[in-house]
C-alpha cells in the first residue's frame, strides 16, 4: 500500500514566521502535490512538482514555496505566515507515466496562525 | 477558471434511504475522479471514469459520467453510515495531466 506521511497532524505557529510542511511517499511516485482544504471550497492546488526539483505553480501559490530535493520528500514553504493561511494542508503523490492515476493523500496537517 | 460544483453541500439521511450527489461544470473534463475523505484522514479514491456516459458501479454505489463530460453523479442506494463521509469529485484539466481540479464537496451524514 501506498503511505503517505505528513510529518504533523496539528500545527500552530505565530504570524511572520517561517513555516515548512514535510510530506514523504513511500511508492517512487514522480509527482507529487500540495493542496489546501477549506469549508465550501474543496481542495485547491498550491504547487505540484513532477519529479526532482521541478515544480509547477497552481492555483493559489501566493505566500508559498516548495522543495522537492529527493523523489520521496516534497516541503511546503510559508515564507511569513499569515493568519489566512490558518487551514487544512493535503500532501498527495500518484504515478507520472500513465494517465487518469489516484493521487494517494496523506492525513494532512492543521495549521493555525495566531 | 474551470470551477467544479457540487450539490448538496450537506446531506443527512437514515439508514436505508438512497440518495444523489450531482458535479457540475460548465467546461469539458478529459476524465473524472470521486473520492471520499473520512475525518481526520486524506481522500481515498473510489472511482475514475474517462468516456462521455460512463457508467461504474461500486456494491451500492453508481457512478456516471456526463455525456458531454462536463458533469458527473454518485448514486448511493440503501445508504449505510460507513457512508458517512465527505465526497469529493475531481476532473482532469486536459488529457496527459496530472492535475486535477477538485469539487466543492457534499458532505453526507447516514443516521442510524
Known amino acids: 500500500d501506498v503511505k503517505v506521511t505528513q510529518s504533523s497532524r496539528y500545527l500552530v505557529k505565530r504570524t511572520g514566521e517561517k513555516v515548512f510542511l514535510e510530506c514523504v511517499q513511500d511508492m517512487d511516485h514522480e509527482n507529487m502535490f500540495w493542496y489546501r482544504q477549506d469549508p465550501g471550497l474543496g481542495l485547491r492546488l498550491i504547487y505540484f512538482?513532477?519529479?526532482?526539483?521541478?515544480?509547477e505553480k497552481g492555483d493559489i501559490p501566493e505566500g508559498y514555496s516548495v522543495s522537492r530535493e529527493k523523489k520521496e520528500r516534497f516541503s511546503l514553504i510559508l515564507e511569513s505566515a499569515s493568519t489566512n493561511q490558518t487551514s487544512m494542508y493535503l500532501c498527495?503523490?500518484?504515478?507520472?507515466?500513465?494517465?487518469?492515476?489516484?493521487?494517494?493523500f496523506g492525513d494532512g496537517t492543521r495549521l493555525s496562525i495566531l | 477558471t474551470q470551477l467544479l460544483e457540487q450539490s448538496p453541500q450537506f446531506l443527512s439521511i437514515q439508514e436505508g434511504e438512497n440518495l444523489t450527489v450531482y458535479c457540475n461544470s460548465s467546461?469539458?473534463?478529459?476524465?473524472l475522479q470521486w473520492y471520499r475523505q473520512e475525518p481526520g484522514e486524506g481522500p481515498v479514491l473510489l472511482v475514475t471514469?474517462?468516456?462521455?456516459?460512463e457508467v461504474k458501479k461500486l456494491k451500492r454505489l453508481t457512478f456516471q459520467f456526463g455525456d458531454a463530460r462536463k458533469d458527473s453523479s454518485l448514486h448511493i442506494t440503501a445508504a449505510q453510515p460507513g457512508d458517512t463521509g465527505l465526497y469529493l469529485c475531481a476532473g482532469a484539466r486536459s488529457p496527459g495531466t496530472y492535475k486535477y481540479i477538485f469539487g466543492t464537496g457534499t458532505r453526507l451524514k447516514v443516521l442510524a
Open positions: 471514469v474517462v468516456t462521455g456516459g
Open positions: 498527495a503523490s500518484s504515478v507520472g507515466t500513465r494517465d487518469n492515476q489516484p493521487q494517494h
Open positions: 467546461s469539458v473534463f478529459s476524465s
Open positions: 512538482s513532477y519529479d526532482v526539483k521541478m515544480k
